[in-house]
């Protein structure tokens, strides 16, 4: 473990909120994510089933997570199992959790090895009058789930072995929940942004014509995990030149060209809450005047997207504001004219060939977060604002992000002291 201790406050709060959530006399459980192979005798790096983690804090594999709060036996409202370790264990993989690591790190107080578990899940589900039983799944909106998930191979041996129990589905109530940060929780997501905003300083001092992007991409992942960071967030996207117009450019694998943009999409990781910044700097310290113009209206629009948000505003009503200012940004940069839109087809409009993508999407122990893009924003919700403005034929492009906090009255900026003006990422790159 990379990052300081997180007081078990946080998961004991955060059970505490599921738990008013639950139907009397329900069983809920949670499962750890697989550790996923690659070929041969070869694993991924593990990541914790981000839901597992926001109740318990526990970032090790096969855990599972029972909660039973009507259960006649105060032992078993809670339940932990965890990994049993052995010698052998330690050797090869190092430290597990003892039973009491894992009592001090969650509040949970009856902690057993998985080997238990399905004796101990019986008889919860037999003996404590059980009624409806909460299986959780990915629900995300956007999810491709091709591989069989820890959770999905429960589901099906739970269904067949307990056919006859009520089910309900976990998730809706995990995503109102995480969907919402407390200051916990928004302390490790600045901590994030703070990462990432050392690791863009120390691009921005390194960055000039000949550098390769994959050379920009070892700078950052350099800083990150200097401070604590296990890397990066998400794949980094580090595009010059025309590759700055493709979305999703993840080859990070040519030379950085005098007198091209460069647009970075990084964000680091920190205790598994995630920053997702972007900025777009000139690859030669300074913007051209035509890439000042296009990076200035962007900042614009990123700024205006600001003023609207705020508790109660449904996304896609203030998405299609932010559509509408931008295209009287593309106006001022000459790209369309207002003849033009008059005679456009309104289901094609002409702005899509410019801005083509989504203005935010929810933040926090997953990149895209759970949560219903239609529901009204919430106090407390992290946002990204992340407009952009892609001129395939100039083959510039520019995209400026920030991770913003949904206050009474409008946003507080998680990334407030990372660079953004024209005037202060030359001066740093010139420095």
Known sequence: MRYKNIPKELFESNREK??????PHALLVVNANDVMPTNSDGSMRFRQN???????????????????????????????????????????EGHKLTKQEAREKTGIQTVLWVSEFQKVFNLMMLMGDTEYVYL?????????????????????WCLEKFPL????????IMHRLRSVKSQHELDLMQRACDITDAG???????VKPGVKEYEIEAEYVHEFLRRGSRGFAYEPII?????????????????CQDGDLLLLDVGAEYANYNADLTRTIPVNGRFSKRQKEVYNAVLRVKRHAYSLLRPGVKYYEYHKQIQQFTEQELIGLKLIDKTDIKNQDRDKPLFMKYFMHGTSHQLGLDVHDVGSMYHEMR??????????????????????????????EGVHDLMKNIPEEVEEIEHIMNS
């Open 18 to 23: 599921l738990r008013k959530e639950l139907k």
């Open 50 to 92: 981000s839901d597992l983690f926001y109740l318990t804090g526990v970032d090790q594999e096969e855990t599972i997570l029972v909660m039973c709060p009507d259960f006649p036996d105060e032992r078993y409202r809670e339940v932990l199992f965890v990994r049993e370790t052995s010698e052998m264990i330690a050797i090869w």
């Open 136 to 156: 959780n799944t990915n629900d995300h909106y956007r999810a491709d789930n091709p591989v069989e998930t820890r959770e999905g191979r429960f589901v099906k």
């Open 165 to 172: 129990h009520k089910y309900e589905r976990l998730a809706p």
């Open 200 to 206: 863009f300083r120390r691009v921005l001092k390194f």
């Open 239 to 255: 595009a010059s030149g025309t590759n700055s117009c493709v979305l999703h450019y993840l080859e990070n694998n040519q030379v």
């Open 379 to 408: 106090e407390g919700q992290v946002w990204t604002v992340e407009p952009g403005i892609y001129i395939r034929e100039e083959g510039l492009g520019v995209r400026i992000e920030n991770n913003v906090v949904i206050g009474k």
